[in-house]
Each structure stands twice: as structure tokens, then as C-alpha cells.
């Protein structure tokens, strides 16, 4: 295993581990999103900082961003125990979720 198979596999733990925090403790979109984007930010510095370690970090930085953006996305449908109307409802807003998700990563908070 090369080292950026070790952040990556490093990284995407500590994604896991708060997203599981999130699910279980009800955190809101917001606090999971931030604790995210910190995550990344932190590891993208880190790459930065150690360049020997890997190629590209904007690269591996999208990467890690696209799997804790679908870990979430994914929750939304499977958290939904109602019927499959509201499951399609869901899908069919999946761009709004994509576009709320982002704005959040990228403000740090979502307008009321």
C-alpha cells in the first residue's frame, strides 16, 4: 500500500466515523457538513504541506468530498420509511439536495 492509499483509507474513515456520529446523535445538516469540510480541508493542508505524498491533493480532495456528499445524499432515501411516492419525491429533488449540500460545504451555513 502507498502512502495516499493510507490518507485516502485514513480519510475515509473519519468520514464514516462522523457520519455515523451524525445519524446517531441527529446532528443537523449543518454541523455534519462543516465537520466535513474541516476534514478535508485539514487533509488538503496536510497533502499540501507533503507534496511527496501525492500527486494531485485537488483531485484527491474531490474524491473525499463526492464520498461524504453520497454518504449523505444516500441517508436521505434510505432514512425515509414512507412510501415509495415520497422515496420518488426525494430522488426527484436530488439536485436541490445536491445544490444544498454544497452551499453548506461552501458557506458554512444555509439561509432560513
Known amino acids: 500500500m502507498n502512502c495516499i492509499d493510507a490518507v485516502e483509507g485514513t480519510v ?3 468520514i464514516n466515523g462522523l457520519f455515523q456520529l451524525f445519524i446517531e446523535s441527529g446532528f443537523d445538516d ?3 457538513i462543516r465537520s466535513i469540510k474541516k476534514v478535508l480541508d485539514s487533509t488538503d493542508t496536510f497533502l499540501r ?3 511527496e505524498i501525492a500527486g494531485n491533493p485537488n483531485t484527491f480532495k474531490d ?3 463526492r464520498y461524504a456528499k453520497d454518504l449523505w445524499l444516500k441517508q436521505l432515501v434510505n432514512k425515509t420509511k414512507s412510501s415509495d411516492d415520497v ?3 426525494i430522488v426527484e429533488k436530488m439536485e436541490y439536495y445536491e445544490y444544498y449540500f454544497d452551499y453548506i460545504y461552501g458557506h458554512g451555513t444555509y439561509p432560513r
Open 12 to 14: 475515509k474513515s473519519i
Open 30 to 32: 449543518t454541523e455534519y
Open 49 to 51: 504541506n507533503n507534496k
Open 63 to 65: 474524491v473525499l468530498y
Open 87 to 89: 422515496k420518488e419525491q
